[in-house]
Structures are given as structure tokens and as C-alpha cells.
């Protein structure tokens, strides 16, 4: 029988830029069980010890997964608290999840190792595996700019034809965002009516 006592861990995931994941995957394991939960549309997470089929006790010993599909994957292991609910927030780390796609090739037998992304797909220079340190942005360099009125905007693309422009409101003090993978020249000319957001909503 399950102890009466309800007690809740729970916390935020994150991904391997400190952005919170919606739909994320959280396994909690107790001994040789396991219960799980799903992240709510705020990244968070809530898991009753209460709903263990084994007894636990505080001091226990407690392991919490949490994982997403072309995200990557994490396990954190601590302990059960007092108190009655304890908080562990779960950053997800696609660096260490990726995994070798071995092909032999017939004629040489050469053997090739192409590392994966965590959702299985190739790893390439457009699509390259994400660095903990590395700025989101760094690739991009300045293009163009129109600085002419109240509203200013200045425009930054990549060798790979991807952009984003910052609108930039001067009486208001408001910089918003927004970003595409193609189209520069035409998103560009019409810069005053694309939309824009927050820069935690665009990146």
C-alpha cells in the first residue's frame, strides 16, 4: 500500500539555452518504480510521491528524468526532502545525447560513425550539434539598416541566408524581432509590416 502521505516534486524543464519546454517528458523512479508526468504550457512539471506503489521514505533515494523529442535528455538523482513538496528544476542537454549511426561501406568496408541528433536525424553544418557556451546569434552579422524615423530598423543574416530584423521604437525604448531561414531582400522591403515579438518568443 502506497503511503497516505502526499508529497510533490516538482519544477521547470528547460532547454540547453534556459528556454522552458512545454510537453516535456518527466519519469520519476523510486527503487524499481516509476511514475511519470508531462510539462504544462509553462514548463512545468508536478509528480505526487503520494501515487508509488512502493513505500518511500524521506532520505530515499530518487532519480528524475526529464526528456523531449529533438530536444535532448536528463537525469538528476537526489534525494526525498521534508516538508511535503521540494522543487528540481531539469535542464535538458542535447551534447551528450547524440548517437552513432554506423554504416559499412561494401567496396572499401570502411566502416563511417555519422553522429545523430538526439531526434535522429544527421548531424550538418546546417543543423550542427548546439554548444552550452555558444551565442545563438554569433553567426549573424550586420546587413542593412533604416534609421531614418521614430521606428528604426537594423537587419543581420547568416552564409546560410537566414535573418532576423530588430524593430526598435526610439520614443518607447521597445526592441522586438523578427526571423526567417530565407527570402531576406523581400522580408527587408517590407520590414514595416512583418510581425514582431519579444526576443525570448522569436529565438
Not at 517528458?25 to 512545468?44: C, P, R, W
Not at 554548444?131 to 546587413?143: A, D, F, G, I, K
Amino acid at each position: 500500500m502506497p503511503p497516505p502521505l502526499s508529497y510533490v516534486v516538482y519544477g521547470f524543464v528547460y532547454d540547453i539555452y534556459g528556454i522552458i519546454l512545454s510537453n516535456a517528458t518527466v519519469n520519476l523512479t523510486h527503487s524499481t518504480n516509476t511514475i511519470s508526468g508531462t510539462t504544462d504550457a509553462n514548463g512545468e512539471y508536478n509528480i505526487n510521491l503520494g501515487n508509488l506503489p512502493d513505500v518511500w521514505a524521506v532520505g530515499d533515494s530518487i532519480s528524475i528524468k526529464g526528456t523531449k523529442t529533438a530536444e535532448g535528455t536528463k537525469t538528476v538523482s537526489t534525494t526525498i526532502l521534508g516538508g511535503g513538496s521540494q522543487r528540481q528544476d531539469i535542464t535538458l542537454a542535447e551534447t551528450s545525447d547524440f548517437v552513432y549511426d554506423t554504416q559499412v561501406q561494401n567496396r572499401t568496408n570502411i566502416v563511417m560513425a555519422i553522429p545523430l541528433h538526439y531526434d535522429g536525424l544527421k548531424v550538418t553544418r546546417e543543423r550542427p550539434l548546439p554548444v552550452l557556451t555558444q551565442n545563438p546569434l554569433e553567426q549573424y552579422r550586420s546587413t542593412d539598416d533604416d534609421t531614418a524615423g521614430n521606428v528604426q530598423y537594423y537587419s543581420f543574416t547568416d552564409r546560410f541566408g537566414n535573418w532576423f530584423i530588430e524593430k526598435y521604437n526610439v520614443s518607447e525604448g521597445s526592441h522586438r524581432y523578427a526571423k526567417g531561414s530565407s527570402g531576406y531582400s523581400t522580408n527587408w522591403t517590407s520590414r514595416a509590416t512583418l510581425s514582431y515579438d519579444y526576443f525570448f518568443n522569436t529565438f
